[in-house]
Every structure is written in structure tokens, then in C-alpha cells.
């Protein structure tokens, strides 16, 4: 007699191992893609083992996964205590007594088929252009406390304006949990004491609980924190080590009162200071602020980092600080076997332009565009861990370009930094930069050619000239649009209502 064979090979069971921002997103995603009709989603999570969250910025795409999930914003934001953001302000970053906005959207239009950076340098060059944040919506808004959502205006800034959020990380979490059991995710309390693996394969075959309780799975996605239980401890996935780029290696998390009371001005968007070895976050939500500062414990003891933040909140604070160690890197595999890391399981980037849970969200995208049978074959995998690494690489990039231009050298911390070698990748978009003011995104990176520009520009990188197509335009024209562009952003901002005032006609929390 023939043995039947098995020609069904459809992942049965999933089993998500740790909860937070990242679990629960995962258990939405699989909820609202997969659905748990014929695939059982299970995550496990103890209330003995807490998370990292803490108040959490996010960038635009944050909204696109809120869209995929079919959430409604509105609810959402309020919900979770959140409010909009247009971008980020960075405080002594170039130097103490500066700063400069990294904002969402674009700064004015090309022209002639021309970048408008390079129309802009041109006159920048000249003495003639003002500071480049009057090309910004997002900028010019964000610095007068204004927000808005997109309208139909053809013509106008206030057609394109991209925003993200804060919000409250553990409240984000609750949200995410109701959504995902709704829908049929199971939730199971308990500690992990155990993990079995397959004899032949080497695969996650069941965790094993502190009460005894098995959880069986034919894909397993570890969002364990820090402690990467699956992927770093039964697969033995070592940890790829970025502390000689990007130094900081704790923080200092507390939450502060607004500083003018219930009814307080909301700024739409995320400051970040930089300090004598780190720098400092400021999250606003609608009941507090959170802040932050990342530091490195070679150049600072905790002691020093908890009086310079406390010494510089806006308002009350609202508990003791709280610390937080980490490593700045990732796991060598992503996905190792049937089982795929996810948030600081898969490895850790300074919150420095909010990208944490953007990396959840990718590995999310990139799983389901990938997602297994129960084969978990070899060239899918190996390719999934090669556009992760490159888009943790890219990031690391970006965030070392915030460090290491800059005209700051006061402290140790500092001086390290700007003499350190730097990636070839980021020397190469440097240098490019450099001879005319030019910034490409490189295929499928995260962060385009504004954002590098504006990280560059405010940070002072000089060029020594500017990309010379935007000669083929008359200066006179040039000077004509620049004005007309500045005026339509700032007419555009004075359109749009305060952010506290949006937030209360649409998405006002709970006290």
C-alpha cells in the first residue's frame, strides 16, 4: 500500500513569543492577512516580564499600516493618548544654539526638471534665499503648532501633507491586542521556561510555559526584546555589533506634566537635543510629554544623565527615571529555520529619526510578500535576511550622518564622533554632496533625497557649489518662484487650525 503524501504544506499555526508594539503588530497583521480561520495565531506574553515601551514617535508609513489594518484614525490617535507629527526638530546639533527641522514631504517643486535643492543652492550660494524650512509645509506648520490632514486643493501645499504620530507605546500595545483578539488571535499568559526543537531539521518545535502549558507551531516570530529567547538563544543567532559607529548604548526614559496644564499647545512634532554625550527626546502626547536621553555610559555615569534630564523637562515629572540598556545592531539572520525576529529581538536602532517600529512594520511587509510554507525554504529565507541587513544598514547610515557632521567638539563623546571612519556608503552620499549639492535615494532606502538633504543642510556640510543644471534657469525666474513657493507654504500654514484644536474637534483622549 502507497503512503498518502502530504501535498498541503500551508502554515497551520503561528506563535508569536512576546507581546508589545511588535508582537501585537504582528498578531494584527496576521489577523487582517492571513486570517485564523484555518491558521491558528497564537501569542504568548508574561505580565512578569515587562516591555521597553515608552512614548513612541513614528514616521509616515506608520499611517499607511494603520490603513492596511483598516483602522480608523480617529480612534486610533485617541485611543492611545497620541498626537500628530510633521517632522523633527534638532536642537545644538551643528553647534549649541542651533537648530533645524528634518520635515515630512518636500521642500517646493523641481523645476525644469531640475531638483529644487539644487535652485535653492543656488541662491543660498548667493545670500539670497531664506532658511530653507520656509519651503516646507511640514516645517513651517510644525513650527507654528499648526496640523491639518491633506484636502483637495489642487495647486496647493495643503494637498500633500504627510504626518505620523505619537503615542503612548503600552496603550499602542492594548489597542493592537483588542484589535488582534477580535479577530481570533489567542492570547496566552505565561513565562517561557523552555524551548524544544526538531531532531532532524533543527527547527522550534513548542515553548513550554512556567505552568506546565506547551504551545506547538509550525512558524514561530520572536518579539522577546532584548532577550531574543528564540532567535538568539535556541538558534544561536549572534548579534552583529555597531557600538564603534554609534556609541550610545543606554537610556533614561521619564514622563513630564505639559508645562501649561490641561488645555496646553501640543507641537506637532519631535525634538531631539543633543547633549555632552547623547542627546535628549521630546515626545508630546495629550496627557504628557515624554522624554528621554541617549547616552553613552563610556562618556557619562546614569547619575549625570538623570539630573541633566530631569534638569530639562518642560513641566512636573510624573515618575522616577527609567533605564534602559541596549546594544546598537541586529542578529546575523533575521530569520534562522521557522523562525523570524522581530523588533529589538531582531536588533536595536537608536530612536534617534523614529525608525523603530518602521523596522517592525518592514519585517512585517517583507514577511508576508515572502511568507513560508512549511518547507521554509532556503533561497527565500537567505533573501529576506539580505534586504533586512540592507535596510538596517541604510539606517545605521542615516542616523552615524546626525553624529559625525558636526561642528561640535566640547566634549569627548563629541570629538570621537566627528574623527571616527565612517561606513564608505555614507563617505560616498558625503562627498557626492559635497561637490554639488546633490542627494540620491538609493533604490528601496528608507529615507529619500529630503531627508538627506535636510540632515545635511542643517547640519552645516558645506558644498562647494551646486548641481549645475539649475544654471539652465534664469536667475531672475529662479528668485520669481522661490518667492511664490515661500508665500503659498506660508499661506497654506496660516490656513490650517492649531494642532490642539484639531485634536480636539477630531481625536480629543479621554482624561
Given at each position: 500500500m502507497t503512503q498518502a503524501v502530504d501535498r498541503d504544506r500551508r502554515i497551520r499555526s503561528i506563535c508569536i513569543v512576546g507581546g508589545g508594539s511588535a508582537g501585537w503588530m504582528a498578531a494584527a497583521t496576521f489577523a487582517r492577512l492571513i486570517g485564523t480561520r484555518d491558521t491558528v495565531v497564537t501569542l504568548v506574553e508574561s505580565e512578569e516580564i515587562g516591555t521597553v515601551g515608552v512614548g513612541e514617535a513614528t514616521i509616515p508609513q506608520m499611517a499607511t499600516f494603520n490603513r492596511m489594518l483598516?483602522?480608523?484614525?480617529?480612534?486610533?490617535?485617541?485611543?492611545?493618548?497620541?498626537?500628530?507629527?510633521?517632522?523633527?526638530?534638532?536642537?545644538?546639533?551643528?553647534?549649541?544654539?542651533?537648530?533645524?527641522?528634518?520635515?515630512?514631504?518636500?521642500?517646493?517643486?523641481?523645476?525644469?526638471?531640475?531638483?529644487?535643492?539644487?535652485?535653492?543652492?543656488?541662491?543660498?550660494?548667493?545670500?539670497e534665499a531664506p532658511d530653507i524650512d520656509a519651503f516646507s509645509l511640514a516645517a513651517t506648520a510644525g513650527r507654528a503648532n499648526r496640523f491639518m490632514r491633506a484636502i483637495d486643493a489642487p495647486n496647493s501645499p495643503l494637498a500633500d501633507i504627510n504626518y505620523a504620530y505619537h503615542f503612548d507605546a503600552s496603550l499602542y500595545a492594548r489597542f493592537l491586542r483588542r484589535f488582534a483578539e477580535e479577530r481570533g488571535?489567542?492570547?496566552?499568559?505565561?513565562?517561557?521556561?523552555?524551548?524544544?526543537?526538531?531532531?532532524?531539521?533543527?527547527?522550534v518545535a513548542s515553548v513550554t510555559?512556567?505552568?506546565?502549558?506547551?504551545v506547538e507551531a509550525d512558524l514561530f516570530v520572536d518579539c522577546s526584546g532584548f532577550r531574543a529567547l528564540l532567535i538568539g538563544g535556541a538558534m544561536g543567532q549572534g548579534f552583529v555589533d555597531w557600538g564603534h559607529w554609534l556609541p550610545c548604548d543606554r537610556a533614561l526614559a521619564v514622563p513630564c506634566a505639559?508645562?501649561?496644564g490641561k488645555g496646553a499647545e501640543i507641537e506637532p512634532f519631535t525634538r531631539s537635543t543633543a547633549r555632552t554625550a547623547g542627546w535628549q527626546w521630546r515626545i508630546p502626547l495629550q496627557h504628557r510629554i515624554g522624554n528621554g536621553y541617549v547616552y553613552s555610559g563610556v562618556h557619562l555615569s546614569d547619575d549625570?544623565?538623570?539630573?541633566?534630564?530631569?534638569?530639562?523637562?518642560?513641566?512636573?515629572?510624573?515618575?522616577?527615571p527609567r533605564p534602559i540598556r541596549f546594544r546598537t545592531g541586529h542578529r546575523r539572520r533575521f530569520w534562522e529555520g521557522n523562525v523570524v525576529?522581530?523588533?529589538?529581538?531582531?536588533?536595536?536602532?537608536e530612536p534617534l529619526e523614529s525608525t523603530s517600529l518602521w523596522l517592525v512594520q518592514s519585517g512585517l511587509s517583507r514577511l508576508m510578500a515572502m511568507f513560508p510554507d512549511r518547507d521554509f525554504d532556503a533561497p527565500t529565507r537567505d533573501r529576506y535576511n539580505r534586504v533586512l541587513?540592507?535596510?538596517?544598514?541604510?539606517?545605521?547610515?542615516?542616523?552615524?550622518?546626525h553624529y559625525h557632521a558636526t561642528e561640535r567638539r566640547a566634549s569627548a563623546f563629541w570629538r570621537y564622533l566627528a574623527e571616527m571612519p565612517i561606513p564608505e556608503r555614507l563617505a560616498e552620499k558625503m562627498r557626492v554632496y559635497a561637490a554639488h549639492g546633490r542627494v540620491f535615494r538609493e533604490n528601496e532606502e528608507l529615507f529619500n533625497d529630503t531627508s538627506w538633504f535636510a540632515v545635511m543642510h542643517g547640519q552645516g556640510l558645506p558644498t562647494r557649489g551646486h548641481d549645475p543644471m539649475a544654471d539652465a534657469m534664469d536667475l531672475a525666474t529662479v528668485r520669481d518662484r522661490l518667492a511664490e513657493i515661500a508665500r503659498a507654504v506660508a499661506n497654506s500654514a496660516d490656513y490650517m487650525p492649531g494642532h490642539r484644536t484639531f485634536l480636539d474637534q477630531h481625536c480629543r483622549a479621554a482624561a
Open positions: 483598516g483602522i480608523d484614525e480617529d480612534r486610533f490617535v485617541a485611543e492611545t493618548q497620541g498626537s500628530f507629527k510633521l517632522g523633527i526638530e534638532f536642537v545644538d546639533w551643528r553647534r549649541e544654539g542651533h537648530r533645524y527641522f528634518h520635515p515630512f514631504g518636500s521642500y517646493g517643486i523641481n523645476m525644469g526638471g531640475v531638483s529644487f535643492h539644487a535652485h535653492f543652492l543656488r541662491l543660498h550660494a548667493l545670500g488571535v489567542v492570547r496566552r499568559e505565561g513565562r517561557i521556561v523552555s524551548v524544544e526543537r526538531e531532531a532532524a531539521r533543527g527547527h510555559l512556567a505552568d506546565g502549558g506547551v505639559h508645562p501649561g549625570e544623565a538623570a539630573a541633566t534630564l530631569l534638569a530639562n523637562l518642560d513641566g512636573e515629572p510624573l515618575a522616577d525576529a522581530l523588533g529589538l529581538a531582531a536588533g536595536f536602532m541587513i540592507t535596510e538596517f544598514e541604510e539606517i545605521r547610515d542615516f542616523l552615524i550622518l
